[in-house]
């Protein structure tokens, strides 16, 4: 996965109950780091930047993903639209430029 990004543009990971997304990314982002993955980056923006914020319920994986090296790129549009430019509590706030970067560089890009 050295070579992909992972776009995460909701709060939580598929087209489900907000309970199930919730369910669904903090087991990706576990089998992530059980299996030692280490993407390109991956980049938050719309809902998806509520994931790095504090309360968030895969905030802890999310520090565990950046302490081994991954890049998290978090809009700050976006965090300024639902008003949590105070609450990051993970990860590198950037633009949209950082994240296109991100997906330049990479050969994949997957999105959540």
């Known amino acids: 996965m050295k070579d992909t990004a992972i776009l995460i543009t909701r ?3 598929g087209d489900a109950p907000p309970e199930l997304q ?3 990314i903090l087991n990706y982002l576990k089998l992530l780091i059980e299996n030692d993955l280490k993407p ?3 980049c938050f923006y719309a809902e998806g930047v509520k994931l790095v914020v504090q309360g968030s319920t895969v905030l802890e994986q999310l520090k565990t993903l950046e302490a081994r090296g991954v ?3 978090t809009c700050m549009t976006c965090l300024r ?3 949590l430019t ?3 509590r993970t990860g590198i706030v950037g633009g949209m430029d950082d994240i296109l ?3 330049k560089r990479a050969g ?3 999105t959540l």
Do not use: R, W
């Open 11 to 13: 709060d939580g990971m």
């Open 22 to 24: 919730k369910t669904l």
């Open 40 to 42: 390109l980056a991956i």
């Open 71 to 73: 890049p998290l790129l």
């Open 81 to 83: 639209f639902y008003n």
């Open 86 to 88: 105070d609450e990051v």
């Open 101 to 103: 970067s991100a997906q």
């Open 108 to 110: 994949k890009v997957i």
